[in-house]
Nanobody, 112 residues
Framework: QVQLVESGGGLVQPGGSLRLSCAASGIIFSIVTMGWYRQAPGKERELVASITSGGSTDYADAVKGRFTISRDYAKNTVVLQMNSLKPEDTAVYYC??????WGQGTQVTVSS
């Protein structure tokens, strides 16, 4: 079965950094588009960043220049490096594969 296991969420101060990881199993990782999405209370789920099998990336305007998505084919892992975090980045972050399979979500809270 397909499984996406996330790690790295937590509480961080404004301006700080977090590194979210998503370990994928049960899929052919090398051929799927992977993505990170987030949902804040009262808000709809939104794209944060995505990366195709060929390495092409896409970012939400709100995170461009601050977040970086990457993938490690050897480890079947996708990473979201989050820098210069702002309170408005606070949300539950979800890992996805092909917009079909989803992780359990991990809470990111940016607060002083």
């Amino acid at each position: 079965q397909v499984q996406l296991v996330e790690s790295g969420g937590g509480l961080v101060q404004p301006g700080g950094s977090l590194r979210l990881s998503c370990a994928a199993s049960g899929i052919i990782f090398s051929i799927v588009t992977m993505g990170w999405y987030r949902q804040a209370p009262g808000k709809e789920r939104e794209l944060v960043a995505s990366i195709t099998s060929g390495g092409s990336t896409d970012y939400a305007d709100a995170v461009k220049g601050r977040f970086t998505i990457s993938r490690d084919y050897a480890k079947n892992t996708v990473v979201l490096q989050m820098n210069s975090l702002k309170p408005e980045d606070t949300a539950v972050y979800y890992c996805s594969a092909q917009l079909r399979f989803w992780g359990q979500g991990t809470q990111v809270t940016v607060s002083s």
